[in-house]
Nanobody
Framework: QLRLVESGGGLVQPGESLRLSCVAP????????IGWFHEAPGKEREGVSC????????DYLNSVKDRFTISRDKGKNTVYLQMNDLRPEDTGVYYC?????????????????WGQGTQVTVSS
């Protein structure tokens, strides 16, 4: 329902940081809850962090709550995921997802739009 494009992935060493970006070319993210989802090799996609359409509500996976921060810049029509203190277990493809909803963020909700993903590799 919405075209999403992620960027910012790469190869880093443990303890380093990355900032992922999610944009919707030709459209607006206003009115959409946006989430970041992690797909590790051989595992199912899981919600990492999500942010409400207003930006006032966020949801985090417990394992990343003290290391990752999700935010949105409505002026730039962009949602970010700041990932600090990266660990090898964070390795995988990160997808941006969206659902049309104006309420509290919930990563377990059925997201309807997806980007193609950006690869994050954490290795020494």
């Amino acid at each position: 329902q919405l075209r999403l494009v992620e960027s910012g992935g790469g190869l880093v060493q443990p303890g380093e940081s990355l900032r992922l970006s999610c944009v919707a070319p030709g459209s607006t993210l206003d009115g959409y809850e946006i989430g970041w989802f992690h797909e590790a090799p051989g595992k199912e996609r899981e919600g990492v962090s999500c942010i409400s359409s207003s930006g006032l509500s966020t949801d985090y996976l417990n394992s990343v709550k003290d290391r990752f921060t999700i935010s949105r810049d409505k002026g730039k029509n962009t949602v970010y995921l700041q990932m600090n203190d990266l660990r090898p277990e964070d390795t995988g493809v990160y997808y941006c997802g969206a659902r049309s909803y104006w309420g509290s963020a919930d990563c377990e909700a059925p997201y309807t739009s997806w980007g193609q993903g950006t690869q994050v590799t954490v290795s020494s």
